[in-house]
């Protein structure tokens, strides 16, 4: 095989294996940065290890491409090895000294006149290491030209590097504490409105059995054993962030009981479920809302009932509740609009829980109000 085909194949050997080693050690750095747990070590053991990763890059890259000019690899491993003290000088310097100045301060000019003076100061302390290690005398014509201009190139491409990690690093570290702020906010928001339901639920429930006890004296016991249960449900079932849907079904169907109660005869009520499965969560309370809205806001028609159609229904994609009820005549001619704190209630849990993956509907006219969730499974 002829030398300089020899040597063409030696040398793209060499930058393929640069390049997948680069590869590699941006793909495991990007994992580090973000917290992914490649293997289980400690946050100490894993910064140690980037460190090392980092600078084994340098000599392998910079031996690796002077390799190939004039000199074997040996040579050129052993003088990056000895230049490794300067080049990270330079680096830590600028990362750890120089970078958080410019945070604090943002002051760009000095920040940028530093970071010359260090690296030319770096620079030449490399040059003059060059020449007393390699025996030649140290002059002022000496120490510049075109080798100190390739290790000032050098030092600069990788402090620019790890500035450029470090950059990122704090970059996804802002992220993650902005994520994290928020993600605090919504849950105290989140225990503000599930606080917020309870005392709402209690006050609605404790006016259906005010208005027992004057119509009809001999339900109102009845009426307290049913809310005894609501109220045990409400109180010791719905404290998680989720409970099941059959639970969510349950809770409305004992709060229609409760209803019935109040109304008697005078209810036209239909509750059709589909598809219903013990694994499929759901907020607490959060359909128990709409339902109790539609009696709450609910009126009598002219027959003398009250018309309220309730349907759940569950698919492989997503679930459909859909709600309607009669309007009362004085909201017809007033114009007054259906819901009250419990549904400002419900629209912030939804928008909280299931932002980008309900569709909430809400249609009023003359005569009934209608209410459609959509919710997309996960």
């Not at 580090?32 to 053991?45: A, F, H, M």
């Not at 009362?328 to 849990?349: C, D, H, I, L, S």
Request: overall charge positive; glycine content about 6%; hydrophobic content about 45%.
């Amino acid at each position: 095989m002829p030398f300089e085909l020899r040597a063409f194949i030696c040398s793209m050997f060499e930058i393929q294996v640069i390049v997948i080693f680069w590869f590699q050690f941006v793909r495991v750095s990007y994992r580090v940065l973000t917290g992914e747990k490649l293997v289980k070590i400690s946050q100490k053991n894993r910064r140690i290890l980037t460190h090392v990763a980092f600078w084994a890059f340098y000599i392998l890259f910079f031996g690796s491409v002077y390799g190939k000019y004039g000199h074997d690899f040996q040579w050129y491993f052993l003088e990056s090895l000895c230049m490794l003290p300067f080049v990270m000088a330079a680096t830590y310097i600028t990362v750890y000294g120089i970078l958080p100045f410019y945070l604090r301060t943002r002051k760009l000019a000095i920040t940028v006149l530093l970071m010359v003076t260090v690296l030319l100061l770096v620079t030449l302390g490399e040059r003059i290491f060059l020449r007393l290690i390699n025996g030649l005398p140290v002059t002022s014509d000496s120490l510049l030209g075109v080798t100190f201009l390739y290790l000032f190139l050098e030092t600069n491409f990788m402090v620019a590097i790890a500035f450029a990690i470090k950059i990122v690093k704090k970059w996804f570290e802002q992220q993650t504490e902005k994520h994290e702020m928020e993600k605090q906010n919504l849950k105290k928001e989140l225990q503000v409105l599930k606080a917020q339901l309870q005392p709402h639920f209690l006050f609605n429930t404790m006016n259906n059995l005010y208005s027992l006890s004057l119509a009809e004296s001999a339900k109102t016991s009845e009426g307290i054993a049913q809310m005894a249960a609501l109220l045990q449900s409400v109180l010791y079932e719905c404290n998680d962030s989720e409970i099941s849907l059959e639970k969510e079904v349950k809770l409305i169907e004992n709060y229609i009981e409760l209803e019935r109660l109040r109304y008697g005869s005078n209810l036209a009520l239909t509750f059709e479920t589909s598809g219903l499965t013990e694994k499929r969560k759901i907020a607490p309370m959060l359909l128990f809302t709409f339902v109790e809205n539609c009696f709450k806001h609910g009126g009598i028609q002219k027959d003398g009932k009250l018309h309220i159609h309730i349907s759940v229904a569950v698919s492989q994609e997503r679930l459909l509740f859909q709600a309607e009820n009669s309007l009362p005549p004085e909201k017809r001619v007033t114009g007054q609009k259906t819901g009250g704190v419990g549904m400002a209630n419900a629209k912030k849990r939804l928008e909280i829980l299931y932002k980008g993956r309900y569709k909430l509907t809400i249609k009023e006219n003359e005569v009934t109000w209608k209410v459609s969730l959509k919710l997309d499974k996960k």
